[in-house]
């Protein structure tokens, strides 16, 4: 079976799925299937989709059982009990976009993700927000086990500081 085949199944079962769970119409359905060419995927294929996995919230001495959609190596969202959801992107580090420029980028983009996916997948995480926004979007240091996640991701060269100054990934 063809990866597209492969990816196309995965995302009626995940929107499946979040139907399901009470949400239909997820906000990132849309760019599932949006006919561009990446270089990290040939032919027509989704330009990126999600890791979803299972976690742990804690918060205020209280945690609860979490999914997280993984969308690059420095942003996931994630979905609480109810409709609570919550973009939270990595406060202290950059990691290669996965609307990449070159090949290069797309392929350190979709590691980056794995790398993420790893840390976070089946693990208990404290959020230390720095902003939060009227949009549901917070810009976050991120805790498991009482390690820096974007430390992490940068000791395993997955994504550099956010005070370095911008280069090209490619």
């Not at 995965?10 to 769970?21: E, G, N, R, S």
């Not at 420095?74 to 009990?81: A, G, K, P, V, Y």
Request: hydrophobic letters at 45%; a positive charge; glycine letters at 8%.
């Amino acid at each position: 079976m063809s990866k597209i085949k492969i990816m196309k199944r995965f995302a009626i079962a995940v929107m499946a799925a979040t139907t399901v769970q009470g949400y239909a119409g997820p906000a990132w359905s849309a760019d599932l299937f949006n006919g561009n060419t990446t270089y990290a995927e040939g032919g027509q294929a989704p330009r990126n989709v999600p890791f979803v996995v299972s976690a742990r919230y804690c918060e205020d001495m209280a945690c609860e059982p979490v999914t997280l959609r993984i969308w690059s190596g420095d942003t996931f969202i994630m979905d609480r009990l109810g409709r609570h959801h919550e973009i939270i992107t990595i406060a202290n580090i950059e990691a290669p976009s996965v609307h990449a420029k070159c090949k290069v980028e797309a392929d350190a983009a979709q590691s980056a993700k794995r790398r993420l996916m790893v840390l976070l997948e089946g693990r208990t995480y404290v959020l230390a927000r720095v902003v939060g926004r009227k949009d549901a979007r917070s810009l976050a240091f991120v805790t498991v086990a009482g390690r820096d996640v974007g430390k992490a991701m940068m000791d395993h060269k997955s994504a550099r500081s956010f005070e370095t100054s911008p280069g090209p990934w490619c």
